[in-house]
């Protein structure tokens, strides 16, 4: 299956319509740099914030889930093993609302990045919004 393309899609003009799905986000696992498609909005959140997702895992209430996304945020050896990780454990027991109240109570929840795709999506709202065209 080919990747989707980095930039949103306008369905129609008169009509503003953006489409937001995941697309390759550059992912820094130890010395390796690799271009990652995530799966989800789970996977991508964690290799958009690997440091939060640890942090929160350190709390002591925090979920399996979330234990288990920050050992292997510090035993994968690159960016793919990391995603293959992340993706092996969403599929075979997902814990999504835990993992997701876990993040909003870290410490510093500006710290909190959304994935690229969400960032982007939100940017194009934004400039609808505004009256502007927003990101392409």
């Not at 080919?2 to 696992?29: G, S």
């Not at 390796?32 to 002591?60: G, M, R, Y």
């Not at 993706?87 to 075979?92: C, E, S």
Request: proline share 7%; aromatic share 6%; with cysteine.
């Amino acid at each position: 299956m080919a990747a989707p393309p980095n930039t949103l899609c306008h369905t129609d003009a008169a009509r503003p319509i953006a489409v937001a799905y995941q697309t390759p986000q550059e992912v820094t696992q130890g010395e390796q740099t690799q271009t990652i498609v995530p799966s989800t909005f789970e996977d991508a959140l964690v290799l958009t914030n690997p440091k939060a997702v640890t942090d929160a895992a350190a709390a002591e209430l925090s979920c399996r889930m979330t234990r288990a996304f920050a050992e292997f945020i510090a035993e994968a050896q690159d960016p793919e093993d990391l995603a293959k990780a992340l993706f092996d454990r969403l599929a075979k027991k997902p814990e999504k609302a835990a993992f997701a109240l876990d993040l909003l109570y870290i410490e510093d929840i500006k710290t909190l990045r959304a994935p690229p795709y969400i960032n982007t999506g939100l940017t194009w709202l934004a400039g609808q919004l505004k009256g502007g065209e927003g990101a392409a």
